[in-house]
């Protein structure tokens, strides 16, 4: 298994000396590694240079299938052209102003439209931000002070989310597990009077979980209701 990884690692050096040479540069100026922290990986991390659709291209000029797309944000793909259209047309008028913006509102519109549970919007410039931002809703509406979080689930680098992620136990969070064998409905039944609500991934990938029975998650939303918490779906 060793000298597996050791060829890996081999091949990955020879080809990506430019990304090497990056990184030691990028160690340099960055106070974190990149980015994002979840990017790193050793021996050390890729840089890109670009991409299009599915196929990203590396400084050293390797190709990659993209199959994360930038956390499921790019639905469409790296460049999508007509996204890339929209931003070009916009670029020349200007690209922000601290006031509103048509296209603002009609954006908020259609997501109105089309989602049922978005009545009204909020447009954040990161999920730390929409997650800092709903939380602190979830507190003042319900007067309770924790939220409760999957294990190993992510919801970006707001403090309590951070340590809750690294699973740190704190004071303002309950952590469980979900899954058939898990522990979540069981803490939503015993400590629902201090929960301000339960904080999940709509596509939950931050960590290997069990598949769920089918309903499941049906049956966590039951609880919402009579026990007066809020259940809030993040996705960046
Ligand atoms: C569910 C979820 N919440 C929050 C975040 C954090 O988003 P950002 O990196 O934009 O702060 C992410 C990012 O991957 C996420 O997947």
Same mark, same amino acid.
Not at 108 to 114: F, I, K, M, Q
Not at 144 to 162: I, N, Q, T
Not at 205 to 232: D, E, Q, Y
């Given at each position: 298994m060793k000298d597996a990884i050791s060829q890996i690692e081999a091949r990955y050096k020879a080809r990506t000396a430019r990304s090497e040479a990056l990184h030691a540069r990028s160690e340099r100026v960055l106070a974190t590694p990149g #980015?994002?922290?979840?990017?790193?990986?050793?021996?050390y991390p890729l840089t890109l240079s670009y991409g299009s659709s599915w196929r990203l291209v590396d400084v050293d000029g390797n190709e990659y299938i993209d199959a994360a797309s930038n956390m499921f944000s790019l639905i469409h793909g790296t460049a999508f052209p007509p996204v890339m259209e929209a931003v070009r047309r916009q670029m020349v008028l #200007? #690209?922000?102003w601290t006031a509103n913006s048509v296209e603002q509102i009609q954006l908020a519109e259609l997501l109105a439209e089309r989602v049922p549970a978005a009545e009204r919007v909020v447009f954040c410039n990161s999920g730390t931000e929409a997650f800092s931002l709903a939380l602190q809703l979830c507190r003042v509406l319900s007067g309770r002070p924790r939220f409760v979080m999957l294990k190993g689930g992510y919801h970006g680098s707001s403090w309590d989310a951070l340590l809750a992620h690294r699973g740190i136990e704190g004071p303002g969070y309950l952590l469980a597990s979900a899954g058939p064998e898990g522990d979540l409905l069981q803490i939503l039944h015993r400590s629902h009077s201090e929960i301000c609500g339960?904080?999940?991934?709509g596509v939950q990938a931050s960590n290997a979980l069990a598949?769920?029975?089918?309903?499941?998650?049906h049956r966590c939303t039951k609880f919402?209701?009579?026990m007066a918490f809020h259940l809030c779906w993040t996705r960046s």
């Amino acid at each position: 298994m060793k000298d597996a990884i050791s060829q890996i690692e081999a091949r990955y050096k020879a080809r990506t000396a430019r990304s090497e040479a990056l990184h030691a540069r990028s160690e340099r100026v960055l106070a974190t590694p990149g #980015s994002r922290g979840g990017c790193h990986h050793a021996p050390y991390p890729l840089t890109l240079s670009y991409g299009s659709s599915w196929r990203l291209v590396d400084v050293d000029g390797n190709e990659y299938i993209d199959a994360a797309s930038n956390m499921f944000s790019l639905i469409h793909g790296t460049a999508f052209p007509p996204v890339m259209e929209a931003v070009r047309r916009q670029m020349v008028l #200007s #690209s922000v102003w601290t006031a509103n913006s048509v296209e603002q509102i009609q954006l908020a519109e259609l997501l109105a439209e089309r989602v049922p549970a978005a009545e009204r919007v909020v447009f954040c410039n990161s999920g730390t931000e929409a997650f800092s931002l709903a939380l602190q809703l979830c507190r003042v509406l319900s007067g309770r002070p924790r939220f409760v979080m999957l294990k190993g689930g992510y919801h970006g680098s707001s403090w309590d989310a951070l340590l809750a992620h690294r699973g740190i136990e704190g004071p303002g969070y309950l952590l469980a597990s979900a899954g058939p064998e898990g522990d979540l409905l069981q803490i939503l039944h015993r400590s629902h009077s201090e929960i301000c609500g339960l904080f999940v991934e709509g596509v939950q990938a931050s960590n290997a979980l069990a598949a769920a029975p089918p309903r499941w998650w049906h049956r966590c939303t039951k609880f919402v209701g009579p026990m007066a918490f809020h259940l809030c779906w993040t996705r960046s």
